[in-house]
C-alpha cells in the first residue's frame, strides 16, 4: 500500500480496521512534533515518552471514533494534551516545560520578530506585552483548547486563580489592540 | 492536498532548533506550534532536527499493544469478577472452561434431565450416572497433557501447583455444576435427589486428582466412570436407582472424599508432575 500517498485522515480510518502499518505512517509522520510539544509542557523526558505512548495507543483504540471533520493534528494534539494533565495529576513534585514556566525574559531576537509580523502581528506582539503567568494561561486556553479546570490541573494552582488570570489577560489585551 | 490551506511561507531552521531546545519566548513558540499545527512539510524539517531515540523506543511498548491479543470473553468477565491477570489467563486456558465442552455438558445434562422427566427410574438411572461424571471428566481433560494447549507452558511455569490444581479444578466445576444442579433440581422426586449426586462427584475429582501424579488423568478417571455406571446400574436393577445416593452411600462417599482430600493436600508436592502420565 502507497501509504505516503495518504492523508492523515485516510490513515486514521485504515487504523479502525486494524490496518497496523497506517498506525506506523502515521506515527513516523507526527510522533517528533508531538514529542517537542509536549517537552516544551513538561521537563521530565520519561513522562514525555509515556504520554506519547498513551496518545497513539488511544489514537489506535479510538480510531473508529474520529470524525472526519476536524483536522488531524489538532485531533492528536488534543489527546496527547489531556493525556499529559490526567499523567500529571497522578503525581507531584514534576517540572513543568519550559512553555509553561513564567520567564520574564523579554528578549525577543530580530528572526523571532520576523516569525511574529508573519503570523499575526498584533495579537504576538500585544500577547509579548502582557505579564507572563497571564501569558501562559491564555496559551493553555486559547492555542491548546484546554478549558481552564485542566489548565489549572496542568499547572497546579487553583481554577479560579486561571479564571481571574484569563479575565485579566482578555482586557490587556483588548486595551493592547485598541 | 493543494486545496488544503498549507501555509505560503516556512519556519526557518534557527527558529525550529530553539523550539527544538526550548529556547524560544512562550509566545514565539506558540507562534510556532500553531504553523506546525498546520504545515506537514515544517513538521518534517523539524522532526529531522531532532533525535529519534525516544521517539523508537515509545513505538516498541505501542505495537506491543497493539500487537497484543485481546483478552478472551471469559477472561474479561473474570477479570471483573476481580480475579488477577494471571489467576484468569489460567482459568480461561482449562479445556473445560471453552465453549465446546460447556456445550457438551450442557447437551449430556439435559438430554438425561429429560429423559428422567420422562421415562422414570430409566432416566434418573441415566442422570444419576452421568451427573457426577462430568466434573470427573472435565477434571481429567484439564489435566491431561493431549486436552490442553497451555500444558507445555503449565508444566514449566514456576507457580505453586497447588494453586494451580485448585484454580483450574474450581474452573471445572465453576462451568458444569450449576447446569447439573439446575436440571438435579427440576426433576420428579425429593429435592435432595438433585443435588445428592455431588458428594459422588467430589470424591471421584479428588479421587483422580490424588492418583494422577501416579497414573495419569486418564486411567483413573476411567476406572471411577466404569465402577459408578456399574453402581447405579446395579442398584436400578434392584429397582431403586436413587439407592446410590441413599444416606449410608452419602456417608461412605464423604468418607472416600475427606479420605483422598487430605492425602492429596499431604503429598501435594509431588503433583509437579500431574499430567505427564498422559
Known amino acids: 500500500m502507497a501509504t505516503r500517498e495518504l492523508t492523515d485522515a485516510d490513515l486514521i480510518h485504515a487504523m479502525a480496521g486494524r490496518d497496523e502499518g497506517a498506525l506506523r505512517e502515521l506515527y513516523d509522520r507526527h510522533a517528533l512534533w508531538i514529542s517537542a510539544r509536549l517537552a516544551r509542557r513538561c521537563a521530565d523526558p520519561d513522562a514525555v515518552s509515556d504520554v506519547l505512548q498513551d496518545t497513539f495507543i488511544a489514537a489506535w483504540d479510538g480510531a473508529s471514533r474520529f470524525r472526519g471533520d476536524g483536522e488531524v493534528p489538532a485531533w492528536l494534539w488534543g489527546i496527547a494534551i489531556r493525556r499529559l494533565i490526567s499523567r500529571l495529576r497522578k503525581r507531584t513534585g514534576f517540572r513543568l516545560g519550559p512553555a509553561l514556566v513564567e520567564s520574564d525574559a523579554q528578549d525577543i531576537s530580530a528572526e523571532e520578530r520576523v516569525l511574529l509580523r508573519l503570523e499575526n502581528v498584533d495579537v504576538g506582539t500585544a500577547m509579548a506585552r502582557i505579564s507572563p503567568e497571564l501569558r501562559v494561561v491564555l496559551q493553555l486556553t486559547v492555542l491548546d483548547g484546554l478549558n481552564t479546570r485542566e489548565a489549572a490541573q496542568l499547572l497546579g494552582i487553583p481554577r479560579g486563580t486561571v479564571k481571574s488570570r484569563l479575565q485579566r489577560a482578555r482586557v490587556m489585551m483588548r486595551e493592547e489592540l485598541a | ?278
Do not use: K, N
Not at chain 2, 494422577?212 to 465402577?227: N, Q
Open chain 2, 1 to 278: 492536498m493543494s486545496w488544503q490551506s498549507t501555509p505560503t511561507w516556512h519556519l526557518d531552521e534557527a527558529t525550529l532548533r530553539a523550539y527544538v531546545d526550548g529556547r524560544p519566548l512562550t509566545i514565539v513558540g506558540a507562534s510556532v506550534e500553531s504553523h506546525l499545527v498546520d504545515c506537514p512539510e515544517c513538521r518534517v524539517r523539524l522532526g529531522e532536527l531532532m533525535s529519534h531515540e525516544s521517539v523508537d523506543q515509545a513505538w516498541s511498548a505501542i505495537r506491543a499493544h497493539v500487537e497484543a491479543p485481546r483478552p478472551s470473553v471469559a477472561e474479561r468477565v473474570l477479570r471483573w469478577c476481580g480475579i488477577s491477570a494471571d489467576s484468569a489467563r489460567l482459568l480461561a486456558a482449562v479445556p473445560a472452561f471453552r465453549g465446546a465442552w460447556l456445550l457438551g455438558v450442557l447437551v449430556v445434562t439435559v438430554f438425561a434431565g429429560v429423559a428422567a422427566l420422562f421415562s422414570g427410574d430409566t432416566g434418573l438411572t441415566l442422570f444419576l450416572m452421568v451427573a457426577p461424571l462430568i466434573p470427573v471428566a472435565g477434571v481429567a481433560a484439564s489435566f491431561g497433557g493431549d486436552a490442553d494447549p497451555a500444558h507445555e507452558l503449565v508444566t514449566v511455569t514456576p507457580y505453586s501447583s497447588l494453586r494451580l490444581l485448585l484454580v483450574r479444578t474450581l474452573g471445572v466445576l465453576l462451568s458444569s455444576l450449576p447446569v447439573t444442579v439446575l436440571v438435579g433440581v427440576i426433576l420428579p422426586g425429593p429435592i435432595w435427589l438433585g443435588i445428592a449426586w455431588l458428594t459422588p462427584a467430589l470424591a471421584g475429582v479428588t479421587l483422580v486428582l490424588l492418583l494422577a501424579p501416579i497414573l495419569g488423568t486418564s486411567v483413573p478417571a476411567a476406572a471411577i466412570g466404569a465402577c459408578w455406571s456399574l453402581a447405579v446400574v446395579s442398584a436400578a436393577r434392584m429397582h431403586d436407582p436413587a439407592a446410590v445416593v441413599e444416606p449410608a452411600m452419602q456417608l461412605v462417599l464423604a468418607g472416600v472424599l475427606v479420605v483422598a482430600g487430605t492425602a492429596l493436600v499431604l503429598r501435594y508436592p509431588s503433583l509437579d508432575h500431574l499430567g505427564s502420565h498422559s
